[in-house]
C-alpha cells in the first residue's frame, strides 16, 4: 500500500535543542513536501523536495531527501516555543501530473521554554 | 500573499442533510483539491479537480459527494446525504501550473463538519 512512516510520533525537546524528524516510505518519492500544522487549523506549507539528496533550508529548518529518494529528514536547529505543532511530510508518488498527496500520521512537537 | 480561503469554518449539520463547502483558490492555480482528515487521523485524499473535470478521487469519494467550480473563483464540495462518519475536518488546497515545478499544494484553514 502507499504509505509514509513518520517518526518520532511525538517530540518533547526543550528550548534551544535541535531535533530530527523522519518520514519513510518503501516507494520512491517523486515529491515529498513538509507542512506544519497547528491543532485543528490548516497546513503550512514548508518546504518540497524533488532530486535524490537535495536539501533546503528556511530560517534554522532544514530538509533533506535521501539519494534513494524514499526518505526525507526536518531538522530544526535550536528549537524555539513558536516551533512547536504537528510536522506533516507528504509525498507525491506518482511520475507526472498534478497528483493526490499521501500523508504520513504527524509528529507532534512541544518545545519548553 | 495569497492564500486559499474556506468557508465557512465550522459547520454542525443532521444526519441525512446537505452541506455545501465553498474554498476560494488561489487565483491563478489551475489545479485543486479536497482532502480531509478525521480526528486523530491522517489527512486523507478525497478528490482532486482540473480543467472542470475530475482529476482522481479516492475511495472515500462516493456518489454522496461532488465538486464544482460554479464560477471562475470558487471550488465547492458537497455532501448530498451527510453520515455520522463524515464528521471531519475537509481542506481544500490548490496548486499552479508552473513549468516543471512539482506539485507544491497550498491548503486552506479547513472546514470543521459535524454532523449529528
Known amino acids: 500500500s502507499q504509505e509514509l512512516e513518520q517518526s518520532p510520533q511525538s517530540l518533547i525537546v526543550q528550548e534551544g535543542k535541535n531535533l530530527t524528524i523522519n518520514c519513510t516510505s518503501s516507494?520512491?518519492?517523486?515529491?515529498l513536501y513538509w507542512y506544519k500544522q497547528k491543532y485543528g487549523e490548516g497546513l503550512i506549507f514548508l518546504m518540497m523536495?524533488?532530486?535524490?539528496?537535495e536539501e533546503k533550508s528556511h530560517e534554522k529548518i532544514t530538509a533533506k531527501l535521501d539519494e534513494k529518494k524514499q526518505q526525507s529528514s526536518l531538522h530544526i536547529t535550536a528549537s524555539q516555543p513558536s516551533h512547536a505543532g504537528i510536522y506533516l511530510c507528504g509525498a507525491d508518488m506518482t511520475s507526472g501530473g498534478y497528483n493526490k498527496l499521501i500523508f504520513g500520521a504527524g509528529t507532534r512537537l512541544a518545545v519548553h521554554p | 500573499e495569497p492564500e486559499v480561503t474556506q468557508t465557512p469554518s465550522h459547520q454542525v449539520t443532521q444526519m441525512g442533510q446537505e452541506v455545501i463547502l465553498r474554498c476560494v483558490p488561489i487565483?491563478?492555480?489551475?489545479?485543486f483539491y479536497w482532502y480531509r482528515q478525521i480526528l486523530g487521523q491522517k489527512v486523507e485524499f478525497l478528490v482532486s479537480?482540473?480543467?472542470?473535470?475530475?482529476?482522481?478521487k479516492s475511495e472515500i469519494f462516493d456518489d454522496q459527494f461532488s465538486v464544482e467550480r460554479p464560477d471562475g473563483s470558487n471550488f465547492t464540495l458537497k455532501i448530498r446525504s451527510t453520515k455520522l462518519e463524515d464528521s471531519a475536518m475537509y481542506f481544500c488546497?490548490?496548486?499552479?501550473?508552473?513549468?516543471?515545478?512539482?506539485?507544491?499544494?497550498?491548503f486552506g484553514p479547513g472546514t470543521r463538519l459535524t454532523v449529528l
Open positions: 487565483s491563478n492555480h489551475l489545479y
Open positions: 523536495l524533488q532530486k535524490g539528496g
Open positions: 516507494k520512491t518519492l517523486y515529491g
Open positions: 488546497a490548490s496548486s499552479d501550473s508552473s513549468t516543471g515545478g512539482r506539485n507544491t499544494q497550498y
Open positions: 479537480f482540473y480543467n472542470n473535470e475530475i482529476s482522481e
